[in-house]
Structure formats: C-alpha cells, structure tokens
C-alpha cells in the first residue's frame, strides 16, 4: 500500500509539473508578489512589465507562480498574460528591425559591386563577340581570295590561333556573367526577404489588443 501511496503521489506530482505555464506582467508598471492570496499578506517583490513566471496554481482571483529565480509568492489574475506584453514585444520587434538597417549596407553594397562586374562583362562579352565575328570573316575571305599558299598558310594558323583564344574567353565570358547573373538573385532576394519579415512581423506586433486592467 504504501508504494501504491508513493507512485500515486508522483504521478500527481507529475501532473502538476506537466501543466504549468509561462505567463507575463501586464502593461501595468509593476504588480506586487506576495507571500499569500490576500492584499494584507507580505509583499515580497514588486514585479515589472514583461516578468515571466510559471503558474502553479491558478484561482479565480489570485495565482500562486514562480519567477525564474526560483522565488515564489501570489499575484492577482488581473495583472497577468499569457503573451509578453505589446509594448515589450514592439521594442523587441524594432530593435531587430533597427539591426536589420544597420546590416543592410553590405549586402545593398555587395549587391552594387556584383550589378557593376554584371555589366562589365556584358559589355566585354559583347565586344568579343564582335572581334569573334571579324576574325571569322577574315579567315573566310582569306582562305577563298589568296593565291599565295605560304602566306595563306602563315595567315590562316594566326587566325586559327586568335580565333581559338577568342572561343575560349568567349566561354569564360559567358561563365563569369552566369556566375554573376546568380549573384545577382541571391543578394536581392537576401535584401527583399529581410525587409518583408520585419515589416510584416511591426505590423503584427501592433495590432489592436484587449485593453488590460491597470495596477490597483
């Protein structure tokens, strides 16, 4: 019997462990921990907006909670939330929107440098194409109008070596752009998403909420 008594006793001690929430001071300034639930009973502590606790017991009225310091006491239901306070969770919102900004100029910067190599070799790709184009119609128009066969020879293997160095910067060209083109994306879509999360995230976090009670 007297093991049953124990298995029981930790299984309901289990319980209680299993359903204990976090919640937080409200709005209020602060709030009174006391050692009861009765205005009369000792104070302990006075509580500011946005201290999380743990409810242990909750009443109608009052409910027995634990701070993170592992001190313990009683607070009127009135004056607490489950959700950190609007205020507290707005600063928090705009202190990582405000480090966002600051951190913005790298990837606004890489972004430019990578737009400014994009079109440079736009423009290095095009002026190759052209020579490739000329050296192309040289060597044609060598190869059907010259008689001297030595000097078609000599003049025919300097264009096949041009030509051949154009073909291979032609492909190197056209790597580097696709590189960049990539480089491109990635930093826009890095600029574009941060700037929608924490917009979007302000724009929850100041949403009308349910006027809470003041402090008594």
Do not use: C
Request: charged letters at 30%.
């Amino acid at each position: 019997m007297r093991a049953i008594a124990i298995i029981l006793v930790l299984i309901l001690s289990g319980t209680g462990l299993a359903q204990a929430e976090t919640w937080y001071v409200t709005d209020s300034l602060e709030i009174t921990l006391r050692t009861g639930p009765e205005l009369d009973r000792k104070i302990t502590a006075m509580l500011k907006s946005g201290q999380s606790m743990e409810i242990m017991d909750k009443g109608e009225e009052w409910s027995q909670v634990r701070l993170p310091s592992g001190r313990e006491g009683w607070v009127l239901n009135r004056f607490i939330q489950e959700e950190l306070p609007v205020k507290i969770q707005f600063e928090i919102l705009q202190k990582k929107y405000n480090d966002l900004l600051s951190g913005a100029d790298e990837p606004l910067q890489k972004l430019k440098e990578v737009n400014s190599e994009n079109t440079h070799l736009r423009t290095e790709l095009a002026r190759t194409k052209r020579d490739f184009g000329a050296l192309q119609k040289s060597y044609k128009e060598l190869r059907e109008t010259t008689t001297d066969a030595r000097r078609i020879k000599k003049e025919r293997d300097q264009l096949s070596r041009e030509l051949a160095e154009k073909s291979k910067e032609t492909r190197r060209l056209k790597t580097d752009l696709a590189n960049t083109e990539k480089k491109s994306t990635q930093w826009w879509f890095i600029a574009g998403a941060g700037v929608l999360f924490f917009g979007f995230a302000i724009g929850f976090a100041v949403r009308p909420r349910r006027k809470r009670s003041s402090l008594y």
